[in-house]
């Protein structure tokens, strides 16, 4: 996928993306209302900021992608594994409304829920016009863990959801190694 980098171009990718559907729509209730990087006490202590935490408190290894073999850019080479990461969001909408919250709540699910995978144009920073894709969806393993998270910041309670933005990997920089070219392949199959 790319160099350290690639988790904050993950970030700022969905950004772009809450950005154009909810600050950019055409809805002007929705129009004053910002994506902020900074976690929920930040915001918080920043007295005037309102809007929506998105919020990156954890990297993890993918679990699902450790065994993916080496790279092999020539017959005699082996490229040394990316580290395959899942950046886990808390997107907490912050304002003083509880209307608007709840609406952002739905909006954020909904746009989410509409683009599950992003791709292509939707890539931002160090991401734009590659070939990668990076698949968000709801954190159903940190949806009680979460609540401990506002005790961590010393803050009461908000209902914010926590994402999980998978097929994230940082290559290495280290040159690939020598390895014996593969002379022979064998296949076998059973039931």
Known sequence: MGDFTVVRAATLTLAALLRRYITDSADPQ??????????????????????????????????????????????DQRARRPIPLELCYLISPLVTDPETSQLLHGRVIEVFNDHPVLAGADLRDT?????????????????????????????????????????????????????????????????
């Open 30 to 75: 929705l129009a004053t209302i910002a994506v902020d990087l900074r976690s929920p006490r930040e915001m918080h202590d920043a007295s005037d900021a309102q809007g929506i935490s998105l919020w990156l408190y954890q990297v993890r290894r993918d679990p699902d992608l450790m065994n993916r073999p080496e790279p092999r850019p020539a017959d």
């Open 127 to 191: 991401l734009t016009g590659a070939d990668d894709e990076l698949r968000v969806h709801i954190d159903t393993e940190a949806m009680i863990d979460h609540t401990r998270l506002w005790h961590v910041l010393h803050l009461p309670y908000r209902l914010s959801i926590p994402y999980v933005v998978q097929h994230v990997t940082i290559d290495s920089e280290l040159p690939p190694r020598q390895a014996q070219p593969v002379l022979h392949r064998e296949i076998e199959y059973a039931p």
